[in-house]
Structure formats: structure tokens, C-alpha cells
T-cell receptor
Framework: GNSVTQMEGPVTLSEEAFLTINCTYT??????LFWYVQYPGEGLQLLLK?????DKGSNKGFEATYRKETTSFHLEKGSVQVSDSAVYFC?????????FGQGTRLTINP | DTAVSQTPKYLVTQMGNDKSIKCEQN?????MYWYKQDSKKFLKIMFS???????INETVPNRFSPKSPDKAHLNLHINSLELGDSAVYFC?????????????FGPGTRLTVT
């Protein structure tokens, strides 16, 4: 079945550092790929998505490219801020449901 | 206006009790979901409904019974609560029902079973 493997956390960075959170997937068919973010005490919010190979999703300075050849959807941001501290989830959509990675807790120190 | 709302936000109860969590969405979406998030933050789908019809039941114990009175509401009733049911339960909705579109999540209900 479909599955998502995400870089284990926690990840701690200083403000303005470069961020990469790795995500790889296993899927049949042509799924959509998502990054969701969960701030403390809140539900998940969509951060970005890509629906087909070579698509790049971007939002709030974050980017991820749907790479079919490496089955990956790594999340990147050039310069993180303290307000980016949250838990990030990679997810695969298809077969009528979302399958999530295990989540990566990101902490940004000033 | 909150797009996806859940009540209650916190629920503390004893083993063996029966409890319900309610979810409402005002987005006009056709598909609604229940997810369970465990203490390690792992999220797993439990159920999905499309226009009041059960689509996915992800091998959840039959102590859990979802009910969708209309397409804007999806409630979750849990019988004979167990310690292992302690988790955060999220409701979500989407316009597209194949899993390929954005899902909108509620704020979660933190259930603690003592």
C-alpha cells in the first residue's frame, strides 16, 4: 500500500538557517503530495501541494518539488524564522485518503 | 467563521464510559474524515464519509461508530472507552473525495481516558 517516510526529528536550527526536511514515498498510481503544518495546540493546515511529477509547490517561502524518479518531496526554506517552529507532515493523497509521514518537529531559535 | 469546528476541545473520562465528539463544516464540502493522532504525533485516518455515505473504515474497532446526519456533520461515538483511546481526534473535510485535494482540519479534540 501507499506509505510515506519522513526525516525523523526533532530538528533545531538558528534563525535564518537553511531548512531541508526529507520525505520519500511509496505509491501505486499517480498520487498528489502535500506538506501540512501543525502549530502548537492547533489542527493541521495545508502548507503546499503538488499534483503531478515535476510540479513545484510553494508557499510562505517554503518549496517542495514532486520528484517521481526519486519518489521524493523534500521540503526546503532558504531562511527560517522563529515563527516557523511547528510540526511538519508530509502526506500522500490518493485512493480516497491521505497517508501521513510521522511528522518532524522543527524548533527555530532566535 | 470557523470552517471546520469540533466539540468538545477537551474530554476527560474514565475507562468504560461512552462519549461522543461532534464535527461540523461550513465549507459546503462533500467528504468528511476522522483522524487519530497518537502521543508521538502520528496521524492515521479512521473513517471517511462522502455525502453521508461511509467510504473508508480503516480497521477501527467497532466500539467506534461514526454517524453523518447530513453532509455538513460527522460525529464520532465511542463505546466502552479504553486507556489506549487517549489521543487527539481530528475531523477534516474536502471538496474532492479521492484524497488528491486539500483537506481542511478542525482544531482537534484531546481525549484522555483515565
Amino acid at each position: 500500500g501507499n506509505s510515506v517516510t519522513q526525516m525523523e526529528g526533532p530538528v533545531t536550527l538558528s534563525e535564518e538557517a537553511f531548512l531541508t526536511i526529507n520525505c520519500t514515498y511509496t505509491a501505486t498510481g499517480y498520487p498528489s503530495l502535500f506538506w501540512y503544518v501543525q502549530y502548537p495546540g492547533e489542527g493541521l493546515q495545508l502548507l503546499l501541494k503538488a499534483t503531478k511529477a515535476d510540479d513545484k509547490g510553494s508557499n510562505k517561502g517554503f518549496e517542495a518539488t514532486y520528484r517521481k524518479e526519486t519518489t521524493s518531496f523534500h521540503l526546503e526554506k532558504g531562511s527560517v524564522q522563529v515563527s516557523d517552529s511547528a510540526v511538519y507532515f508530509c502526506a500522500l493523497g490518493g485512493a480516497q485518503k491521505l497517508v501521513f509521514g510521522q511528522g518532524t518537529r522543527l524548533t527555530i531559535n532566535p | 467563521d470557523t470552517a471546520v469546528s469540533q466539540t468538545p476541545k477537551y474530554l476527560v473520562t474514565q475507562m468504560g464510559n461512552d462519549k461522543s465528539i461532534k464535527c461540523e463544516q461550513n465549507l459546503g464540502h462533500d467528504t468528511m474524515y476522522w483522524y487519530k493522532q497518537d502521543s508521538k504525533k502520528f496521524l492515521k485516518i479512521m473513517f471517511s464519509y462522502n455525502n453521508k455515505e461511509l467510504i473508508i473504515n480503516e480497521t477501527v474497532p467497532n466500539r467506534f461508530s461514526p454517524k453523518s446526519p447530513d453532509k455538513a456533520h460527522l460525529n464520532l461515538h465511542i463505546n466502552s472507552l479504553e486507556l489506549g483511546d487517549s489521543a487527539v481526534y481530528f475531523c477534516a473535510s474536502s471538496q474532492e473525495g479521492q484524497g488528491r485535494g486539500e483537506q481542511y482540519f478542525g482544531p482537534g479534540t484531546r481525549l484522555t481516558v483515565t
